[in-house]
């Protein structure tokens, strides 16, 4: 494993509530984030960082990806390489590839967030339903 270790929507969910420092990176895309919706913070005062990890619509790997998240600021504070981040996709494959690529890079602790924001299909092909963010019932927003 190239990256610090897989946790639960659930556990990503309570780090970013109890560390000011967590981030939530969701590396789906734009037409994810507007059609399907983004998580929600605002609870926990937080937003979640929207850089793609592969850019739509012919799905290539975002060349600038970890240099946007580094230009990012939170709070008015450059991101640090020890702070926690929390990477998120659709299901959970994307997300483990990002979090390897900011390894790489140097930041500690980067986290793969298993099952992502829509998990894995139902018996009828649905995602939403059996895991991930939207199934757990964690707040969210669409549109």
Known sequence: MSYTGDVSVEEAWAALSAEDKAILVDVRTQAEWVFVGTCDLSELGKSPLLISWQEFPHMEINPN???????????????????????????GVRSQSAAAAMVAAGFEKCFNILHGFEGVRDHDGHRGIKSGWKAAGLPWVQG
């Open 65 to 91: 990806f970890t240099q946007m998240i580094m230009a990012q600021t939170v709070g008015g504070q450059a991101i640090q390489k020890d702070w926690p981040l929390y990477f998120l996709c659709r299901s």
